[in-house]
């Protein structure tokens, strides 16, 4: 009788480098080893071994706990770990993708939101409700394993989409859903 295997949830290495990229530019150099130190010692034997790969995939486990290891570490609270997913994606989306988003609206580039969320995440779905001028609401729905570092990594990750698409002054807010143990949220930004 052959063995039934569980998948779990998977989060794309580009994650996994792109995290300690940004907290390295947002704190500096000295701050990734100090978040090394509260990681789990296979996540942090990853990252010294150089075993994570940015195109293979990872438990979203190891996502968590990297990015609770973040929030710990730099002790700066939510916003950090928003600002965390705003220089992510700022740093994932450049080049060609940074000039494209320069040539759509950022209600167009908000529609792509689905096809970025699942380059990076093998569970869940992104469906963007509404995208009109000035305003966009998208939904995340059967986020298995999420948590809220998780959330808010994505929420700064959607506001800097908006950014790189031309949006000014953006206010954002989550409607509903988006914390510990949530595996959906409802996410709303306006911008001029």
């Known amino acids: 009788m052959s063995e039934l295997k569980i998948l779990t949830p998977r989060v794309k290495g580009i994650s996994f480098r792109s995290v300690l990229h940004a907290l390295e530019a947002l704190r500096g150099p000295e701050a990734v080893p100090a978040c090394m130190k509260v990681m789990p010692p296979d996540l942090s ?70 096809r970025i969320f699942s380059n990076y995440y093998d569970t869940g779905k992104c469906t963007v409700v509404e995208a009109k001028v000035g305003y966009a609401h998208a939904n995340w729905a059967g986020c298995t394993g999420f948590d809220r570092n998780m959330w808010n990594e994505i929420f700064g990750a959607t506001e800097m989409v908006m950014e790189l698409a031309g949006a000014k ?23 001029a």
């Not at 939510?78 to 993708?97: L, N, P, T």
């Not at 953006?170 to 996410?187: C, K, Q």
């Open 45 to 114: 034997d990853a990252y010294r071994y150089g075993t994570i790969l940015a195109s293979s995939w990872y438990p979203i486990d190891w996502y968590r706990a990297l990015l609770g290891a973040v929030n710990t570490s730099a002790n700066q609270g939510d916003r950090f770990v928003v600002a965390i997913g705003r220089q992510c994606m700022r740093e994932d989306m450049s080049g060609v993708y940074r000039a494209a988003f320069k040539l759509l609206s950022p209600q167009a580039v908000i529609r792509m939101t689905p």
């Open 169 to 191: 002054h953006i206010r954002s807010r989550v409607l509903a859903g988006g914390s510990d143990g949530d595996d959906t949220a409802d996410f709303a930004g306006h911008w």
